[in-house]
């Protein structure tokens, strides 16, 4: 019974975790498009997202980057694609395999952000 209730346990925790880093991905791809889709550069961009991914997050998070610049034509997007590895900090995997599960590894996120260009 205890296996059980510690699974359940964990489980929210990682769950938790995992929901709390998502959401913080998902706003950190929008408002680095935003960013670019107003005329700001690559390296700004970087920098906004670092800032809000925080500085333990920011080596763990892959950035690629299209801004848009003076001449972008109408239609033309900026995008920011992150993608971040999730590694559960609960001893889960023990647990899961105690009650005769398969084993968990890390869990890629992945979160896109697009805006329109102004001018």
Do not use: W
Request: glycine share 12%.
């Amino acid at each position: 019974m205890m296996p059980v209730l510690l699974l359940i346990l964990f489980g929210i925790i990682d769950m938790g975790r995992l929901l709390q880093q998502y959401i913080q991905l998902t706003e950190a791809a929008r408002e680095g498009a935003r960013l670019g889709a107003l005329n700001g550069t690559a390296a700004a961009v970087h920098a906004k997202v670092n800032g809000i991914v925080g500085a333990t997050g920011a080596p763990s998070v892959t950035q690629t980057v299209t801004t848009c610049s003076a001449t972008s034509l109408a239609g033309a997007d900026a995008e920011v694609v992150l993608t971040r590895r999730y590694q559960p900090i609960t001893p889960m995997v023990a647990l899961v395999r105690l009650v005769g599960g398969q084993t968990m590894g890390t869990i890629t996120m992945s979160a896109t952000g697009v805006m329109s260009c102004v001018g």
